[in-house]
T-cell receptor, first 116, second 112 residues
Framework: AQTVTQSQPEMSVQEAETVTLSCTYD???????LFWYKQPPSRQMILVIR??????QNATENRFSVNFQKAAKSFSLKISDSQLGDAAMYFC?????????????FGTGTSLTVIP | KAGVTQTPRYLIKTRGQQVTLSCSPI?????VSWYQQTPGQGLQFLFE???????NKGNFPGRFSGRQFSNSRSEMNVSTLELGDSALYLC???????????FGPGTRLLVL
């Protein structure tokens, strides 16, 4: 089975600064999808960004961008100009090729604190 | 489009009872997955249903079961509740192809 590792249980960042959350994964597959989800204290999981493994270009969504290193099996999330509303638990997730079903594998999460 | 909805949002049960949780996916989504989230174990995959068939299953005992209806709504059932079943149960739906899962608000189950 695929595994997803988030080695930073907690991170903090000053408001308006940049922070990078790390994620590594283990797989023998070549076609897959990677995601970052955010879970604020309200508990609703929200999609932040997604990356298809076949795409070399790193995904970007406004202040959120990823550094996808396929060979290194690394998928980090960079949050620029951090805002108080970014405070949440962030989960990295892996999904196999859709032909094999829709099972997601989640990391253990990184709790991000934003300091005013 | 309306998002994923889950009912009920909160539930209190006692050991030995059974519980049924409901999930309505985003319109047009045929895949529904269930997860259990606890502080100690994190997010754990329970099972996935697609077109009324269980397509993937996690490593949970047989007390955990589910089903999906023809309108893609899904239910999850836990029988003979144990204290350790206290958790946030999340449902997520997705369409085929793009594969992104969209989560509901969750049902918080407390077993006393």
């Amino acid at each position: 089975a695929q595994t997803v590792t988030q080695s930073q249980p907690e991170m903090s960042v000053q408001e308006a600064e940049t922070v990078t959350l790390s994620c590594t994964y283990d797989t023998s597959e070549s076609d897959y999808y990677l995601f970052w989800y955010k879970q604020p204290p309200s508990r609703q999981m929200i999609l932040v960004i997604r990356q298809e493994a076949y795409k070399q270009q790193n995904a970007t969504e406004n202040r959120f961008s990823v550094n996808f290193q396929k060979a290194a099996k690394s998928f980090s999330l960079k949050i620029s100009d951090s805002q108080l509303g970014d405070a949440a638990m962030y989960f990295c997730a892996y999904r196999s090729n859709p032909n094999t079903g829709n099972q997601f594998y989640f990391g253990t999460g990184t709790s991000l604190t934003v300091i005013p | 489009k309306a998002g994923v909805t889950q009912t009920p949002r909160y539930l209190i049960k006692t050991r030995g009872q059974q519980v049924t949780l409901s999930c309505s996916p985003i319109s047009g989504h045929r895949s529904v997955s269930w997860y259990q989230q606890t502080p100690g174990q994190g997010l754990q995959f329970l099972f996935e249903y697609f077109s009324e068939t269980q397509r993937n299953k996690g490593n949970f005992p047989g007390r955990f079961s589910g089903r999906q209806f023809s309108n893609s709504r899904s239910e999850m059932n836990v029988s003979t509740l144990e204290l350790g079943d206290s958790a946030l149960y999340l449902c997520a739906s997705s369409s085929e192809g793009r594969g992104t899962q969209y989560f509901g608000p969750g049902t918080r189950l407390l077993v006393l």
